[in-house]
Nanobody
Framework: QVQLQESGPGLVKPSQTLSLTCTVSGGSITTNYYYWNWIRQPPGKGLDWIGSITYSGNTYYSPSLRSRTSISRDTSENHITLQLTSVTPEDTAVYYC?????????????WGQGTQVTVSS
């Protein structure tokens, strides 16, 4: 059974860098053809895709967040990391990591439970 677990600080001050980790168990992050995505949901709003890193290490970012986002991985620890710089209160959201599969179509099969991040001084 694949499990994804997000972790990181629940409170970040404005202008600081948010760092979150998604630890994956029950499967390798390098297995073809999985894409590991970060997605967030601000309060009262819909899901907002942040970016992804593929099984081979390629990264893709939302155009609106690209300049502030970095997604990386540690294959020895089997985890994915999100860094979002220069945060503002508008970055307050529940942050999720999710596994997507590229196999004919592109769809998600596993999500973490999400972690609340609040940006406030």
């Amino acid at each position: 059974q694949v499990q994804l677990q997000e972790s990181g600080p629940g409170l970040v001050k404005p202008s600081q860098t948010l760092s979150l980790t998604c630890t994956v168990s029950g499967g390798s992050i390098t297995t073809n053809y999985y894409y590991w995505n970060w997605i967030r949901q601000p309060p009262g709003k819909g899901l907002d895709w942040i970016g992804s890193i593929t099984y081979s290490g390629n990264t893709y970012y939302s155009p609106s967040l690209r300049s502030r986002t970095s997604i990386s991985r540690d294959t020895s620890e089997n985890h994915i990391t999100l860094q979002l710089t220069s945060v503002t209160p508008e970055d307050t959201a529940v942050y999720y990591c999710a596994r997507f599969i590229l196999s004919g179509s592109y769809y998600s099969d596993y999500w973490g439970q999400g972690t609340q991040v609040t940006v406030s001084s």
